[in-house]
Every structure is written in C-alpha cells, then in structure tokens.
C-alpha cells in the first residue's frame, strides 16, 4: 500500500499555488491517492481586528465568490472532484488542521518561499500549518 493515500493541498490562490498544485498532483498521481484542495477566506474583519465602522458585508460577498470561482478553476484544471474541494472561513491554519483530522488526510502539502530564516523560509501560515498538524506536512518552494 502506498503511503499517502489522502493529499490536501492548501493554496492561498496567488499564482504560485499552480507551483504548489502541480506538484502535488504528480505525487497523487504516482501514488495512486486521492487528491483535495482547500482554500481558506479570512473574513476581512479579522484584519483590522473586528472594529471597522462599516458594513463590509457586501465586499465579503464578492471577495467569498470571486475565491469559490477561482479554487473551481484550480480543480477542474488539476482534476479534482467537487466534493474535495474544500472552501473554509476563518483562520487558515486552523480549517486546514479541522479539515485534515475531519477528512482523515495523511498529508497536507503548503507553498514556502525560499527566504532566509526558517519563519521567513517557510512562511507564516506555512509554518502554522507544519506546527499544529496531526499529519504529514510538505513545504514545496515557490516563486523560484
Ligand atoms: P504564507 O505563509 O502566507 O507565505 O503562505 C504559505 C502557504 O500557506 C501557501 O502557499 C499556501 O499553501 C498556504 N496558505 C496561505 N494562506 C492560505 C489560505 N488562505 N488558504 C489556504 N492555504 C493558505
């Protein structure tokens, strides 16, 4: 039996998750293992800590769509089914962890960028994803 037979790929839906992705989607392929993708939306109130004087609903809105639009791209293109096609709201650590546990993942595979340090190396959310993972995690370089 092969090693990895679940593989979660999360990408952030910048041009390097092609990078990422098709990566990704050769290990699947050589080890035979079902292939899922997950894109996590922050809600954009996190960003200015919940205290904006405005509804930002609406934009919410379009900003949720425009990324279910874009990871469908992603997995017609790389093949993957609807149903592992995973798109969360909240802190993109976090649902990569729930979903890995929930979907019984053996990997989860992330993008780093080739900076200096390890923090820098691996990235922010990268290096969250590696540290609270119950699973496997793959850092593939990007943006060489
Ligand atoms: P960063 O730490 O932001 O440089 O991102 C490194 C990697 O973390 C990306 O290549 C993705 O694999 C993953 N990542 C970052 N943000 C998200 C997100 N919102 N949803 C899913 N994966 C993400």
């Known amino acids: 039996m092969e090693i990895y037979q679940n593989i979660l790929v999360a ?4 041009e390097e998750s092609v ?6 989607a050769k290990l699947a392929k050589n080890s035979n293992a079902q292939l899922s ?9 996190y960003a200015y800590g919940g205290d904006i004087p405005m509804d ?9 769509q425009h990324a279910r639009a874009k990871l469908a791209k992603f997995g017609e293109t790389y093949d993957v089914p609807l149903a592992n096609q995973f798109i969360e709201i909240g802190k993109p650590e ?5 979903i890995a546990n ?7 595979i992330v993008g780093s960028h080739g900076r200096h340090g390890f923090q820098l190396l691996l990235g922010s959310t990268a290096n969250a994803v590696l540290h609270g993972s119950q699973c496997d995690v793959l850092a593939v370089r990007v943006g060489k």
Do not use: C, Y
């Not at 990078?19 to 990704?24: F, N, T």
């Not at 976090?94 to 729930?98: D, G, K, L, P, Q």
């Open 94 to 98: 976090t649902e990569i962890h729930r």
């Open 56 to 64: 930002l609903s609406e934009v919410q809105q379009q900003l949720d």
């Open 19 to 24: 990078q990422v992705l098709s990566k990704a």
């Open 11 to 14: 990408i952030d839906l910048s």
């Open 37 to 45: 993708i997950i894109h996590v939306i922050e809600p954009l109130g």
């Open 102 to 108: 929930e979907k019984n993942m053996d990997i989860v």
